[in-house]
């Protein structure tokens, strides 16, 4: 079994570079298999959650090749297989986006309901609202989603929640559609402007994505392409955090600074510099940091993938904070872990209330999802003494090499397998 051990309280200094959007890259590469060409995709995150996506998608018939420096190919001409087991994607969330992938090309799909991360109700409601709008029958039975349809056509959608999810597979339902689909009230996160760029540079016609009404001409085909996903919003976000909690100096590379507005703001309230540049973000944080509230909400609100990361580092601000999560009803499970390193937060309903406190201390603890897991590795790098963090299997969904990122701006952190290794870190880390 796999843990992460860190020795906290060293600020982290120096550039760390972000690498390609997990959650663009599960939506860009379910929508290649809708062209028969070949489609090369660069800047694929080596992790988890696309590895499973990427075997889900071989096992459709359609050709997979893993190349050098994070590039995939897919082509979608061998499709023959419509049906996604429930083994093949029990642990992601994204395996949804096949079914609007694979009910726009071949018109039937098959696929399990979707895993993911364990952070409330995560009702489909909203995509088969879709589907069923632009013509497919859909029913849920024995675990699968199945959808079917003769034609499928144009249609005006207006969505009841904002959905990334609902928006992306609509559009990918759309795509090959008869004619003419609105989605209105549509989400407007990077991810959803990444995978109507990525489509439309395979022959797609997607006009306002990033706005809350996308307007899709259905075409005939798609063609071959050759694309580059955006940089990871939470990821850079994530990095950006542990800067602040560690009083670092850290400037993060590779990245949209638009797509950060949300997350420097409120860095900033909390009274650490932000400087912009034009593809990176210098966080410094000298000054002790200052409470402040925060709300979680579609974009361009703050991220709730990254809610547990800013509630670890507001539980060391001076003062009282409030977190409100706005998305999803059930994503403070984490905050036990960090009551055992300190801290000191109530969960009423969907606030935490958060006094802050002088310093964690370093306990071992289990990381109950991704970015909860993120959370905890904060608070262990600003923390007194050891902490040792369990089941990675969620931080290895969203994260690639993740402790090498942190060991090159300065952190002591190892990823340890035995009591030996424990042992090894602990005496290296001691002076
Ligand atoms: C793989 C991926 O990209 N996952 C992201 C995606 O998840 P996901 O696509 O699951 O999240 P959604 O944006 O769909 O969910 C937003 C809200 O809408 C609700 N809802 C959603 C669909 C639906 O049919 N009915 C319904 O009620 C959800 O329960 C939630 O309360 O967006 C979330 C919100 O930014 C992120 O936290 C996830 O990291
Ligand atoms: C919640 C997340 O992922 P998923 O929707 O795949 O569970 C996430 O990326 O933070």
Redesign the pocket.
Same mark, same amino acid.
């Given at each position: 079994m796999e843990q992460l051990i860190i020795r906290g309280k060293k600020p982290l200094t120096g550039e760390v570079y972000i690498n390609g959007a997990k959650?663009a890259a599960?939506g860009v590469l379910a929508a290649a298999i809708l062209s028969d060409e070949d489609c090369i995709i660069e800047n694929i995150p080596n992790v988890n959650d696309i590895n499973v996506l990427l075997q889900a998608i071989s096992k459709t018939g359609a050709k997979v090749e893993k190349m050098k420096n994070h590039k995939v190919k897919i082509n979608g001409k061998g499709v023959s297989s419509f049906s996604i087991d429930y083994e093949s994607i029990k642990k992601i969330? @994204?395996s949804y986006y096949l079914l609007g992938a694979l009910l726009g090309k071949y018109k039937k799909a098959e696929v399990a309901l979707p895993g993911?991360c364990n952070i409330g109700?995560?009702?489909?409601?909203?995509?088969i609202k879709g589907f069923e709008a632009l013509g497919a029958t859909v029913k849920v039975e024995h675990g699968m989603i199945i959808a079917e349809a003769k034609e499928l056509k144009g249609a005006n959608i207006y969505l009841d929640?904002v959905?990334?999810?609902?928006t992306i597979n609509i559009m990918l339902a759309a795509i090959l559609a008869n004619g003419t689909t609105i989605i209105e009230n549509s @989400?407007k996160?990077p991810?959803i402007v990444d995978v109507a760029n990525f489509l439309n540079s395979m022959g797609a016609d997607i006009k306002g994505a990033g706005t809350d009404v996308i307007k899709i001409n259905g075409v005939e085909k798609l063609h071959k392409t050759e694309y580059m996903i955006i940089p990871d919003q939470i990821e850079a976000g994530t990095f950006m955090l542990a800067a602040a909690i560690t009083g670092g100096d850290v400037t993060v590379k590779s990245i949209i600074p638009k797509h950060m507005e949300a997350i420097s703001a409120k860095l900033q309230e909390m009274g650490v510099t932000i400087e912009e540049q034009d593809e990176a973000i210098r966080v410094i944080a000298k000054e002790p940091l200052k409470s402040t509230h925060v709300k979680t909400l579609p974009y361009p609100g703050f991220?709730?993938?990254m809610q547990p990361q800013m509630t670890a580092v507001l539980c060391t601000a001076n003062g009282t904070s409030v977190m409100t999560e706005s998305?999803?009803e059930n994503r403070f499970r984490y905050i036990d872990e960090l009551s055992r390193m300190g801290a000191n937060v109530k969960v009423e309903g969907n606030t935490a209330i958060i006094d802050g406190i002088n310093s964690y201390s370093g306990a071992e603890v289990s990381a109950p999802d991704l970015r909860a897991g993120a959370a905890l590795i904060l608070a262990g790098l600003a923390a007194d003494g050891i902490t040792i963090i369990n089941q990675l299997e969620y931080i290895d969904r969203g994260y690639e090499n993740i402790e090498d990122k942190f060991i090159a701006i300065g952190a002591d952190i190892a990823r340890v397998s035995n009591e030996k290794e424990i042992k090894k870190f602990k005496l290296k880390t001691c002076s």
């Open positions: 959650n599960l969330r @994204a993911g109700n995560r009702p489909i409601d909203q995509h929640v959905s990334v999810g609902a @989400a996160e991810h991220p709730t993938d998305i999803f």
